[in-house]
């Protein structure tokens, strides 16, 4: 049949990599009330409900989890969604799990070098962060994921701006079109005070997907950011101006 599980699970899968997230959670939760103790629905469904509703994506994560306790795929996407609803902790015991069950997977080893960085501190974690994603890299060095979560761990855990720029740029420099990595590379940009470059980066995501939350919100920053900048320079220089005219006047 046409709306058999498995092939709503591929409906799902293909909306979810054309970024329809709402019509793939449609074809994910009809596959799971077809088929409640298929753990593969639920993983489905927790990818596709990931920004729009974390904390079911969760849900439906640990139900996979608890349906298929040695299969990885409830690992995976449960660190990212119990990071989002903050539960930082059982985020990286999630991804300590993964690489625990795949540790010949590039993949496992950047999730955890990935939530780490976002979720780990420095005291706490030590070198972990670093060390999964090298381990990622080495694993699959042609991945730009891969060379993103380097990035996010120089950057986040280790203040170490200077790699983690190099980092995001690798990863460019293997998937030009890499959203992430653009994404970053433009906060980089603009430590640096860059802003006009960093506004060109996310400007050039929110062609490839005018619909990117994260990218809108990240331009006004930059943008109010630059504006803020111009500002002061326009208040310094009238000053200077006001100070250099009193002077004449006074000769």
Known sequence: MSDDPNTLLRRAQAALDLGRNEEAAGFAST??????????????????????????????????????PNSTGGFDVAAIAAGRVGQKKQAIEYAHRYVQMEPN???SHRRLAETLAYYGKKKEVGNQGYDAALEAIKLDPDNANNWNAMGAVYWNLHDDKKNARLSYEKALEIDPMNSAAKSNLADSIVETGDKASAIGLVQSLIKLDPSDKHAREQLDTIVIGF?????????????????????????
């Open 31 to 68: 596959a799971v009330a077809k088929e409640p103790d298929n753990h593969r629905g639920h993983v489905m469904l927790a990818w596709c409900l990931l920004g729009d509703n974390n904390a079911e994506a969760l849900a439906s994560a640990q139900r996979a989890i608890a349906l298929s």
């Open 105 to 107: 997977r590039a993949r």
């Open 227 to 251: 504006m803020s900048d111009l500002l002061w320079l326009t208040l310094f220089l009238s000053f200077i101006t006001f100070i250099v005219v009193a002077v004449i006047q006074e000769a």
